[in-house]
């Protein structure tokens, strides 16, 4: 089993920066490709980005591709996401999970883990 947490949220100005940190325990962490969503009142779960179980293959979903970056430090059990140009549709919750496999990377479902979230809030 792996519980996930997320940190790094908070209040920024439209163009501004945050970086996400997602810590995982556990010692299976580096055997799950692992992956970030966000939901925003009143809409479903989105997928934003997915990284593979050493880290060389990422994958975004468009609305993010170039401002946004996965990474991860399996010696240190976290997944990281580095928003930068950040703008008001940005604004979420954001939510790591572990991936199971099974149907495309980008449903919610194939993910088998989940942290509670961290909100991100961009002003405009």
């Known amino acids: 089993q792996v519980q996930l947490v997320e940190s790094g949220g908070g209040l920024v100005q439209a163009g501004g920066s945050l970086r996400l940190s997602c810590a995982a325990s556990?010692?299976?962490?580096?055997?799950?490709?692992m992956g970030w969503f966000r939901q925003a009142p009143g809409k479903e779960r989105e997928f934003v980005s997915r990284i593979s179980r050493r880290g060389g293959s990422t994958y975004y979903a468009d609305s993010v591709k170039g401002r946004f970056t996965i990474s991860r430090d399996n010696a240190k059990n976290t997944v990281y996401l580095q928003m930068n140009s950040l703008k008001p549709e940005d604004t979420a919750v954001y939510y790591c999970?572990?991936?199971?496999?099974?149907?495309?990377?980008?449903?919610?479902?194939?993910?088998?883990?989940w942290g509670q979230g961290t909100q991100v809030t961009v002003s405009s």
């Open positions: 556990g010692r299976t962490f580096s055997s799950y490709a």
């Open positions: 999970a572990a991936d199971a496999g099974g149907v495309p990377i980008t449903i919610p479902d194939r993910y088998e883990y």
